[in-house]
């Protein structure tokens, strides 16, 4: 199979309509990830994104909505009642948006999406060319990230086709993505809000909106076993290399690694050294995090070192996708790093 790369255009979101309606897949832009597209009340090929991305059957999938409406969301059966108070108002606020909401699961929604579970995960992307292609095939559509799974999330239409060119027919290239990070996930059942998933909305914002406490409940699964959200394994968006998080900021910058600093070090920045924020901005450093490691990654380095993330509400996101991409840690001994792993389980 040859997979073509296509600008969003009114032709190309036909024709990805047509590639959907016939069962098969297709990647397309959203604010956060780009992500891997199929009809997501249709069980054969919602199956086909297992087959292309390599992913278990335990890991759920979130379903894109064309409608931010929930009521509708309940009418066409991909959600039912009871619905969790202070839901509407989520996505009301948030929608179109990258909130992603664990909702009771409808009649309509095949067990291979939810991993078997009574919950479905539900978002409203607000990126335009997720929106046309959306409102065009009036459907959700089951789409994890476009990429091979543990992988590098792809940001960018380039990164699609180099994680699953060969694997898919069609990816519409809507330029790079806004966010860079997946969205958060929020879970509603026990009455009071739980991310599961941190994203670029925040606990406090979510605090903020409900007058509740938002906890962060970022707990590691093992892949056999049903996950509540998409995002919460162990081990995830990983680069080849073995990833390091540093305990201080790298000051050294030793030929055998490719290093991610959060910000420009005063002196003068070596090629294998990469700057997530150079405004020390947390939103910029999510927006570049897996652009710059799929950079570092592709040099074959003997690690990739990364600086620890400062503090902001956007941090717990930024912390939780290095941590599951990490090997380990790392500490500067003065004349050489000392490299300590981590249990993945």
């Given amino acids: ?19 959907l309606r016939q069962g098969d897949l297709v990647a397309f832009p959203t604010e956060t990830v780009y992500g891997l597209g199929a009809l997501g009340l249709l069980p054969s090929a919602v199956q086909k994104i297992f087959e292309a991305k390599g992913r ?9 909505l064309p409608s931010a409406d929930l009521a509708q969301a309940r ?13 509407q108002l989520l996505a009301k606020t948030f929608w179109p948006g990258p909130l992603t909401l664990i909702l009771p699961r409808g009649p309509k929604v095949p067990h291979e999406v939810t991993a078997g579970l009574e919950t479905v995960a539900i978002r409203c992307p607000s990126h335009l060319g997720a929106q046309q292609l959306l409102s065009a095939i009036d ?15 792809p940001t960018d239409a380039s990164a699609v086709l180099q994680e699953l060119d060969g694997k898919i ?39 903020q909106l409900l007058g509740l406490e938002c906890k962060i409940s970022c707990r590691t699964q093992l892949q056999d076993t049903p996950t509540t959200s998409p995002g919460m394994l162990a ?11 540093c305990h201080q900021p790298i000051k050294t910058f030793l030929p055998e690694f490719q290093h991610i600093l959060f910000h420009s070090p ?24 897996y652009r710059l490691l799929r950079i570092a990654d592709a040099q074959s380095p003997q ?25 380990g840690s790392a500490i500067w001994q003065g004349d050489s790093w000392t490299f300590q792993g981590r249990d993945k389980t």
Avoid: W
């Fill in 1 to 19: 199979m040859k997979t073509r790369v296509l600008p969003i255009s009114s032709g190309s979101i036909q024709e990805a309509c047509h590639i």
């Fill in 56 to 64: 278990p059957s335990t890991d759920p999938l979130i379903l894109h």
């Fill in 75 to 87: 009418a066409t059966g991909v959600i039912t009642d009871p619905i969790p108070p202070n839901s």
């Fill in 139 to 153: 459907a959700p559509l089951a789409a994890p990230s476009a990429n091979r799974f543990g992988r590098i999330s």
């Fill in 169 to 207: 027919p069609l990816i519409l290239d809507g330029g790079p993505c806004l966010n860079g990070i997946e969205s958060t996930v929020v879970s509603l059942s026990q009455n009071q809000p739980t991310i599961l998933r941190p994203g670029v909305i925040t606990a406090q914002a979510i605090s």
């Fill in 235 to 245: 081990s995830h968006y990983a680069p080849l290399s073995p990833l390091y998080c």
């Fill in 266 to 289: 005063q002196e003068s920045k070596p090629d294998h050294a990469h700057v997530l924020s150079p405004n020390q901005h947390p939103e910029e450093a999510a927006q570049n995090l």
């Fill in 303 to 327: 690690a990739i070192l990364i600086d620890p993330i400062p503090h902001s509400d956007l941090a717990p996101a930024l912390q939780d996708r290095i941590f599951r991409a990490s090997t």
